[in-house]
C-alpha cells in the first residue's frame, strides 16, 4: 500500500489500497528494441534524443557501481540519554528504501536503541571502527559534515530526531546535472507531459534520481504521461535526497487505473527495462501507478555508466 504524497501534499489524500505487481525482466530480443512512435510537437523528438531515442530506455550498463569515498569516522558523543524510538516506522523505511545489500551502520548506543525498538539487528553494523563507502549511517542529533540526510524519525522524550544519513553522498557532476536540468526542462515543455503543483515544481528544480527521470522521459517520448506526484517515503519528507517515486495517473489520453488496458501497457512497458532504469517496486494503486527505485549514493555515475 503506497503512503501518503510528501509534505508538499501533492499526492492523493487517502491511502489507496494497493496490489503489489511482480517485476518481470525481458530482455529485447536479437532484432533490439523497437523504436516507438513519438507523440506531440518537435519537443517530442528532441526528448527521445535525450534518452537514447528507444522507447525501452537503453540499458547497456556500465559500471555498477559508484566510486568509492574514504571511509567516514562514526563517534557516539551525539547520543547522551537513549529515548525510545518506535522500531516500526524504521524498520518499513529499511524495508521500502533501501537495497539489501545496503547497510546501516550506527554507534553502539544507537544500535542498542534500535535492536531494542524491533529494527532486525541483521540490518545494522558497528560503526566505531568507521563506515565503508556505500553504507549508511544512522545517528541521534545533527548529521555530520558534508553528509545527506536521507531520512528522519522523531525520538520520544527529549524532542531529538534519529537521522539516517549518507556520510559520504555522491554527488553529480557538472555535466551530469546539465543533463538532469535539460531532461526535466524538456519533460515539462513536452505537450504529453501532464504535471501540476508540486510535481511540476520538482521538475522544474530537477530533483529526480536520475534513474527515475530517464524512465519518465522514455515512457513521456512513447506515450505521454500523467505524472501526479513525488510521494516520498515516511521518514523522508523534507530530505535532501531526489525524488525515486513517482505516481503516474494517465498514459497517453488513458486514465490509469481506470484504463485496464492502458495500465496493463504501462505495467508491462516498465517490466521490460534493464538496470539501471528497471523500478524495484511498482504497485497498482486506486490512484495510479506507484513507481520507485530504491536509495544509491550514485544513480547519476549509474545513469552515466549506462549511456557510455
Not at 83 to 101: C, E, I, Y
Not at 216 to 223: E, G, I, Q
Request: net charge negative; no cysteine.
Amino acid at each position: 500500500m503506497p503512503d501518503d504524497a510528501g509534505p508538499d501534499g501533492a499526492g492523493p489524500e487517502a491511502r489507496p489500497v494497493a496490489r503489489v505487481v511482480p517485476r518481470h525482466r525481458h530482455r529485447a530480443g536479437p532484432s533490439g528494441p523497437r523504436r516507438p512512435a513519438v507523440r506531440g510537437s518537435l519537443l517530442g523528438l528532441g526528448l527521445a534524443a535525450l534518452v537514447g531515442g528507444a522507447g525501452l530506455v537503453p540499458a547497456a550498463l556500465g559500471s555498477a557501481d559508484p566510486p568509492a569515498a574514504d571511509p567516514v569516522t562514526a563517534t557516539s558523543s551525539s547520543v547522551t540519554s537513549p529515548s525510545p524510538v518506535d522500531g516500526g516506522p524504521v524498520t518499513a523505511w529499511l524495508d521500502a528504501a533501501l537495497p539489501g545489500t545496503t547497510d546501516v551502520a550506527a554507534p553502539a548506543a544507537v544500535r542498542r536503541e534500535l535492536t531494542d525498538a524491533g529494527v532486525p539487528a541483521d540490518r545494522l553494523r558497528p560503526a566505531e571502527d568507521g563506515v565503508p563507502a556505500g553504507t549508511l549511517l544512522a545517528v541521534v542529533g545533527t548529521a555530520p559534515p558534508r553528509a545527506r540526510v536521507v531520512a528522519g524519525f522523531d525520538r520520544y522524550g527529549d524532542g531529538s530526531r534519529l537521522l539516517v544519513v549518507d556520510p559520504a553522498p555522491a554527488e553529480p557532476t557538472a555535466e551530469e546535472l546539465d543533463r538532469l536540468r535539460s531532461l526535466a526542462g524538456a519533460l515539462l515543455a513536452n505537450p504529453t507531459t501532464r504535471a501540476d503543483g508540486a510535481a511540476a515544481t520538482v521538475l522544474q528544480d530537477a530533483t529526480v534520481d536520475a534513474r527515475l527521470l530517464a524512465l519518465l522521459a522514455a515512457v513521456t517520448a512513447s506515450d505521454g504521461v500523467g505524472i501526479a506526484a513525488f510521494p516520498a517515503l515516511p521518514g523522508e519528507e523534507g530530505s535532501a535526497s531526489p525524488a525515486r517515486r513517482v505516481l503516474l495517473d494517465a498514459m497517453g489520453d488513458a486514465p490509469v487505473p481506470g484504463d485496464p488496458a492502458a495500465t496493463e501497457r504501462l505495467r508491462s512497458w516498465l517490466a521490460a527495462q534493464l538496470p539501471p532504469y528497471a523500478p524495484d517496486d511498482v504497485e497498482v494503486t486506486d490512484a495510479g501507478v506507484l513507481v520507485s527505485f530504491r536509495y544509491v549514493s550514485g544513480p547519476d555515475a549509474l545513469v552515466s555508466g549506462a549511456t557510455r
